[in-house]
C-alpha cells in the first residue's frame, strides 16, 4: 500500500456497494476503501456518488480514499417520507433531470417536491415530461409543470421515437454532470440510452395495468460518455419526503414568499388578520388555493422532519462517542 508521503490522486466516485467505493480515474475505475479516519466523520461528510475526493492509489488493491472536495451541490432526502433519517443521495450536480411520465406516474405534487429537493442542493431542475407519443395534449402538462416554480425548466419527449430529445442538446457539454431522477418504469433508462447514442441500460417493459415499471436501476452509478458528459443514474423513488429542505421549498414557491411581504401584518398567519396579501391573491384568481395548500404542506413535513432528524442526529452522535471511549473497548486509542 502506498505509504503516507506518496502524492494522493484525484477520482471521483462513480458507485457505492456497501463500504467499497468505484472510483473514475484516469479513464478507468478503481476500487477504494475509506481512511480510518472517517470514522470521525458526519453521515453527510461521508462520499457520495458524483463526490471527487483524494485518495492513495493501490495497483495491487483497494486504494485508499483521503478527503472528499468541496461540493458544487449535494441532493438528499430522507430516507423514508415518515421518518428524519437523511438519505444522501449525488453531488456536484449541474442539472437534474426528473424524469416522469405522461401517464398514470404523473404527479404534480412529486415533481413540486423533486423540484424543491434539487434547488435546495443546489442544482438545476429541469423536468423530463417522457413518452409525449401517448399524450394528445403534452402543452397542458408543460404549462403546468412550469408553474411550480420559475426556476424549473420543461421538456416533453418520446425517448423511444427520439421526439424532443434534441432539445436536451443544450445541456450535454463536455464537463457537466447531470442526474436522473424519478419513479420506476418513468423512462430514465431509455432517456439515458437515448442521449449515450447507446444500450447502456437495461430497461423493462411498463405495465399496462397500472402504468409503472420494474427497477432497472438497483444502485447510483455515474456513467462518463464519449462526449465528455457525465450521467448519473439513480434508482427509481415513488415517493420523496421533505426535511432540511426550507431554502428549496421557499425557492419553489418564490411567489408566495413575495406576496407575503405584502401582508399588513409582518407576523400574518394569513387566516383571519386584514389586509392579507395572500388571502387577497386566492380570491383575485392570482394564487391558486391548491398551490398554496401545497406550499403549506411540504413547509409543515419539513418542519415535523427536520425535528426528527435532529432528535436521531443527536442520539446517533451520543451513541458515537460511548463507542469511542478507550475504557468501553471502542477505537478512541487507535
Known amino acids: 500500500m502506498n505509504n503516507s508521503n506518496e502524492k494522493l490522486s484525484k477520482g471521483r466516485v462513480s458507485a457505492i456497494h456497501k463500504n467499497s467505493y468505484i472510483l473514475r480515474f484516469e479513464g478507468k475505475d478503481i476500487s477504494a476503501k475509506l481512511k480510518g479516519s472517517f470514522r470521525e466523520e458526519e453521515a453527510e461528510n461521508l462520499p457520495v456518488v458524483?463526490?471527487?475526493?483524494?485518495?492513495?492509489?493501490?495497483?495491487?488493491?483497494?486504494?485508499?480514499?483521503?478527503?472528499?472536495?468541496?461540493?458544487?451541490?449535494?441532493?438528499?432526502?430522507?430516507?423514508?417520507?415518515?421518518?428524519?433519517?437523511?438519505?444522501?443521495?449525488?453531488?456536484?450536480?449541474?442539472?437534474?433531470?426528473?424524469?416522469?411520465?405522461l401517464n398514470e406516474d404523473y404527479s404534480f405534487n412529486r415533481i413540486a417536491r423533486y423540484v424543491s429537493v434539487v434547488l435546495q442542493g443546489h442544482s438545476i431542475p429541469v423536468v423530463i415530461l417522457t413518452k409525449s407519443d401517448l399524450c394528445s395534449n403534452y402543452g397542458r402538462y408543460i404549462r403546468e409543470v412550469e408553474s411550480v416554480s420559475d426556476q424549473v425548466r420543461v421538456h416533453a419527449i418520446s425517448a423511444l421515437y427520439g421526439i424532443g430529445t434534441d432539445e436536451l442538446q443544450e445541456y450535454m457539454r463536455p464537463g457537466v454532470t447531470i442526474c436522473l431522477m424519478?419513479?420506476?418504469?418513468?423512462?430514465?433508462?431509455?432517456?439515458l440510452?437515448?442521449?449515450?447514442?447507446?444500450?447502456?441500460?437495461?430497461?423493462?417493459?411498463?405495465?399496462?395495468?397500472?402504468?409503472?415499471?420494474?427497477?432497472?436501476?438497483?444502485?447510483?452509478?455515474?456513467?462518463?460518455?464519449?462526449?465528455?458528459?457525465?450521467?448519473?443514474?439513480?434508482?427509481?423513488?415513488?415517493?420523496?419526503?421533505?426535511?432540511?429542505?426550507?431554502?428549496g421549498i421557499d425557492n419553489t414557491f418564490s411567489d408566495i414568499l413575495a406576496l407575503e411581504k405584502n401582508c399588513k401584518f409582518s407576523d400574518c398567519k394569513h387566516d383571519t388578520e386584514p389586509g392579507c396579501a395572500i388571502k387577497a391573491a386566492i380570491e383575485s384568481g392570482e394564487l391558486s388555493i391548491e398551490r398554496y395548500n401545497l406550499y403549506k404542506s411540504l413547509l409543515s413535513e419539513n418542519t415535523r422532519n427536520y425535528a426528527k432528524k435532529k432528535e436521531i442526529s443527536k442520539w446517533a452522535k451520543a451513541a458515537k462517542k460511548m463507542k469511542m471511549s478507550p475504557r468501553d473497548g471502542g477505537y478512541g486509542s487507535f
Open 193 to 247: 440510452n437515448e442521449l449515450a447514442g447507446e444500450d447502456l441500460m437495461k430497461t423493462s417493459a411498463v405495465r399496462e395495468s397500472d402504468s409503472t415499471g420494474r427497477h432497472t436501476t438497483t444502485y447510483r452509478q455515474l456513467i462518463e460518455l464519449d462526449n465528455g458528459v457525465s450521467m448519473i443514474d439513480t434508482p427509481g423513488m415513488r415517493e420523496i419526503g421533505m426535511a432540511s429542505s426550507e431554502q
Open 182 to 191: 424519478g419513479s420506476s418504469g418513468a423512462g430514465k433508462s431509455t432517456l
Open 50 to 101: 458524483g463526490d471527487y475526493v483524494s485518495f492513495a492509489y493501490n495497483e495491487n488493491g483497494d486504494s485508499l480514499i483521503a478527503s472528499v472536495y468541496e461540493r458544487t451541490s449535494f441532493l438528499q432526502r430522507p430516507d423514508q417520507a415518515k421518518t428524519g433519517v437523511m438519505q444522501y443521495m449525488v453531488a456536484n450536480v449541474d442539472y437534474t433531470f426528473i424524469v416522469t411520465s
